[in-house]
């Protein structure tokens, strides 16, 4: 009832390979992270836990302009964490997990807490159109995607994990 009050200040030292050919829109390549954190009261900490965070992202060409795009997630964390460390991804990248627009698209946000999560997301990319405005470059990509998760020892251990899936359509604009 009166939630979880206090900071949690937390350390993390991790190490990311990047071979992507473009940032914000790759075509190939792949990047990925790893990470492990730490939360004391001896750095202001009101929590005391440690966690664990590998992510891994994939692109390849197919045909044309068509690219797939996997990206797996796997985090945990031990100790007094607090439920909005068991709902979020450490990491390089901190995200929400399992759920929202960053790792579980279709499925409840903060709905599936757990001291380890993994996410899978399988995307197929296409750029049907890309226009020149005043000298600049406009891209309308479209994917179809697939996202999937488990939590396991979430805040009843006792409930046995399930496979949460969502999966739709997105549509994005690039410039340059």
């Given at each position: 009832?009166?939630?979880?009050?206090?900071l949690?200040?937390v350390?993390?030292?991790g190490?990311a390979v990047?071979t992507r050919?473009d940032e914000?829109n790759?075509?190939?390549?792949?990047f990925?992270?790893?990470?492990v954190?730490d939360?004391?009261?001896?750095w202001g900490?009101?929590f005391?836990?440690?966690?664990?965070n590998?992510t891994g992202r994939?692109?390849?060409?197919?045909?044309?302009?068509?690219?797939v795009a996997?990206r797996v997630?796997v985090?945990g964390?031990?100790?007094?964490?607090?439920?909005?460390?068991r709902v979020?991804?450490g990491?390089l990248v901190?995200?929400?997990g399992i759920?929202?627009q960053?790792s579980g698209?279709?499925?409840?946000?903060?709905r599936?807490p757990g001291?380890?999560?993994?996410?899978?997301?399988?995307?197929?990319?296409?750029t049907?159109?890309v226009l020149?405005?005043w000298?600049?470059s406009?891209?309308l990509?479209?994917a179809v995607?697939?996202?999937?998760?488990?939590?396991?020892?979430?805040?009843?251990?006792?409930?046995?994990?399930?496979l949460l899936?969502?999966?739709?359509?997105?549509?994005?604009?690039v410039?340059?």
């Amino acid at each position: 009832p009166n939630g979880e009050p206090g900071l949690a200040s937390v350390i993390q030292l991790g190490v990311a390979v990047d071979t992507r050919d473009d940032e914000p829109n790759p075509s190939r390549g792949f990047f990925v992270d790893a990470s492990v954190r730490d939360a004391q009261p001896a750095w202001g900490s009101a929590f005391s836990f440690a966690g664990f965070n590998v992510t891994g992202r994939l692109y390849a060409p197919v045909y044309a302009s068509v690219v797939v795009a996997e990206r797996v997630v796997v985090d945990g964390v031990a100790g007094d964490a607090p439920w909005r460390e068991r709902v979020r991804f450490g990491g390089l990248v901190e995200g929400n997990g399992i759920g929202g627009q960053d790792s579980g698209r279709g499925i409840r946000l903060a709905r599936y807490p757990g001291r380890l999560r993994a996410s899978w997301q399988h995307e197929l990319r296409a750029t049907p159109l890309v226009l020149d405005v005043w000298g600049n470059s406009l891209a309308l990509p479209v994917a179809v995607f697939f996202d999937s998760g488990v939590a396991l020892f979430g805040v009843d251990d006792a409930v046995a994990p399930r496979l949460l899936v969502g999966g739709g359509l997105s549509f994005r604009l690039v410039w340059n």
